[in-house]
């Protein structure tokens, strides 16, 4: 239970108490009734000069508490030979009777009362502790503040920011971080483009502070890293092209509930931590880690906010068209992640369409104008459905197969219309494809279909993709691991 740097326990009777808890205030006639029967040793959390009678040991930096697992108080332990041989906690007469041999304690006290909790497990105290007394596993480089430095400036002129303010990554912070997933501190979880920089489980535990979340976030940011720094996304790609695209992460499962992810009413909006600051962790992984700076290797004309981070969750427990992960083979029920090379999204607006076969021609409609109407089975695109659009496929009992072929029958044009200079406009697709007698818009498994939105309003998304396929970027999705 102690390691060797522990404060040692006394032979004889132990007490952890503190003022401030009335267990440890009504026991103390049975202090004095064990004081004056032997050896008795009583550690005091938050005032040395409490109990008074009998004296106690200043314990309010809570090293013996820390070492020797004090979570409740009172705690009454016998030590022999320098070990702990029995503990109770809180007060029951005949608990303490049979730890110390001595009957007819507190005769004038209730029989039992629980104790209180210890301020060596205190929310607010526990992380310093556990950096003071618990040894540090971390090994990442420290850097030295000077008092009068204020801090957040000084990480916004280190450049370590993504243009808005980041959390000082104190040692505490970071091992509570730690505290999210099971995966050792130490293991590789990616290697980092541009620079190639193996990236360990805590320096995205460090990132994932910088960007706010929390330690229950953490398997998800180590997942998106993991599927994000891979040669079939081909994060360098994102990072280099002149296009205005970032990771788009799009989360499905039970877990993404469990840590509070926003699916519904401005799914894509502001306002929701976790959605927020997962995708931010990522960005800022690249960013601090990778080299992937704006105005060196990120070279986007633009640039879009799904740079800074673009992450949401899908409605999987409420769609009636089953999930993107489950779309990219992930079992239903399961958590994972699917990461895209994506813009920012694009509205879509058909409030008068009441059958599958209206609706369907009109997203096709916009689906055409992806990137350009004359450009063809280049850029993948995610449909991101509203509910109230989902529910017309739905009522009508349409499959996400169905609705994503009567959509992509609408998305076929004669090659005279889509070759360069046709309809007076340079851009398109080579002459070659001119006597084609019908061209698809996207590429087989290219246009895919995504679930969230507010139950008002009949809108959906578009959220435009790079050049997709072995030369750009293709989608991937995998399991969360915790």
């Known amino acids: 239970m102690s390691d060797e740097s522990a404060p040692a326990l006394p032979d004889g009777l132990v007490v952890v108490v503190k003022r401030e808890c009335e267990t440890c205030v009504t026991v103390v006639p049975v202090l004095r009734q064990l004081a004056a029967a032997g050896e008795l040793h009583v550690y005091s959390q938050d005032d040395p000069e409490f109990p008074g009678d009998p004296a106690a040991i200043d314990d309010t930096d809570l090293a013996l508490s820390w070492h020797h697992d004090i979570e409740t108080v009172p705690t009454l332990i016998r030590v022999e030979d320098g070990v702990e041989v029995d503990r109770t906690v809180g ?18 006290l209730p029989v039992m009362r629980p104790g209180c909790g210890s301020r060596s497990v205190d929310p607010d105290l526990v992380d310093s502790l556990r950096v003071r007394y618990g040894g540090s596993a971390l090994a990442a480089r420290r850097i030295e503040v000077a008092e009068a430095e204020d801090v957040m400036e000084m990480m916004f002129a280190r450049g370590w920011t993504d243009g808005l303010p980041v959390v000082p990554p104190t040692e505490e912070r970071v091992m ?29 535990a460090i990132s994932a502070v910088m960007a706010g979340c929390k330690p229950e976030y953490l398997p998800w940011v180590l997942t998106a890293v993991e599927a994000a720094c891979n040669d079939e996304f081909n994060m360098h790609g994102v990072l280099c092209t002149t296009m205005p695209v970032g990771p788009v992460i799009v989360c499905s499962g039970p877990g993404t509930r469990a840590i509070g992810m926003n699916s519904g009413g401005n799914v894509l909006g502001q306002g929701n931590r976790a959605n927020l600051t997962i995708g931010r962790a990522l960005q800022l992984v690249v960013r601090n880690f990778g080299g992937g700076v704006p105005g060196d290797i990120d070279r986007a004309t633009h640039g879009s906010p799904s740079k800074i981070s673009f992450c949401f969750a899908e409605a999987d427990d409420t769609s009636p068209i089953g999930t993107l ?32 076969e209206s609706l369907a021609k009109s997203m096709a409609m916009k689906l055409q104008s992806v990137q350009h109407p004359k450009l063809i089975m280049i850029f993948d695109t995610i449909l991101l459905m509203g509910p109230e659009h989902a529910r017309v496929y739905a009522e009508a009992g349409w499959s996400r197969e169905q609705i994503v072929a009567a959509i992509s029958e609408h998305l076929n044009s004669p090659g005279s219309d889509l070759v360069r200079g046709a309809h007076g406009v340079a851009e398109g697709v080579p002459e070659a494809f001119g006597s084609a007698e019908s061209l698809p818009k996207f590429r087989p498994g290219g246009l895919m279909l995504a679930f969230a939105g507010g139950g008002a309003g009949l809108f959906s998304q578009v959220i435009a993709g790079w050049a997709s396929g072995d030369k750009g970027s293709k989608p991937v999705t995998r399991a969360v691991r915790y």
Do not use: C, N, Y
């Open 325 to 356: 992960a489950g779309e990219h083979g992930i079992e239903p029920g399961t958590d994972a992640i699917t990461i895209f090379a994506g813009e920012g999204p694009h509205g879509f607006v058909d409030q008068l369409s009441r059958t599958p």
């Open 176 to 204: 509570a971080m730690l505290d999210g997933t099971s995966r050792a501190p130490g293991e590789i979880v990616a290697t980092i483009p541009p620079d190639l920089v193996d990236i360990t489980v805590e320096k995205v």
């Open 91 to 108: 007060w029951s007469r005949a608990a303490w009777e049979a730890l110390t041999g001595i009957d007819g304690l507190g005769p004038d």
